[in-house]
């Protein structure tokens, strides 16, 4: 879920208010507001507003591609109505090591360190 010509493609397989996706290590999200348009915003908070959907690619804990090495996660508090990207500081190096010592190409280790 990269632009959002594809998030309104996605947007049609569901009829929740909000819907989480992952595993694409680019983390971000996409809002519909009540005329149907979306929008895509990386901001690290987001007060969800009424009336709109959502379709959120959540940040990854391993090989995050958005240019941020670090490792993340959402925190989604439904009462408050609000997102939270978080993202934490982790032994890079230590898991590039222990990749490259797996016998796993040099690649997935190097792209780490950038987070690419």
Not at 7 to 25: Q, R
Not at 41 to 67: C, E, F, I, M
Not at 97 to 112: C, M, S, T
Request: net charge negative; aromatic share 10%.
């Amino acid at each position: 879920m990269l632009s959002p010509l594809d998030a309104v493609e996605e947007m049609k397989a569901f009829a929740e208010t909000m819907c989480f996706i992952g595993h694409s290590h680019f983390p971000g999200i996409f809002g519909s507001d009540d005329q149907g348009e979306v929008r895509y915003t990386r901001v690290n908070a987001l007060k969800l507003a009424k009336g709109h959907r959502y379709l959120v690619n959540v940040p990854s804990v391993g090989q995050p591609r958005d240019g941020d090495p670090r490792a993340g996660y959402l925190m989604f508090d439904e009462a408050a109505g609000t997102l939270e990207q978080v993202r934490l500081d982790y032994d890079i190096a230590g898991a590039m090591r222990r990749i490259v010592e797996a016998g796993l190409p040099r690649f997935l280790a190097d792209r780490l360190q950038w987070g690419e």
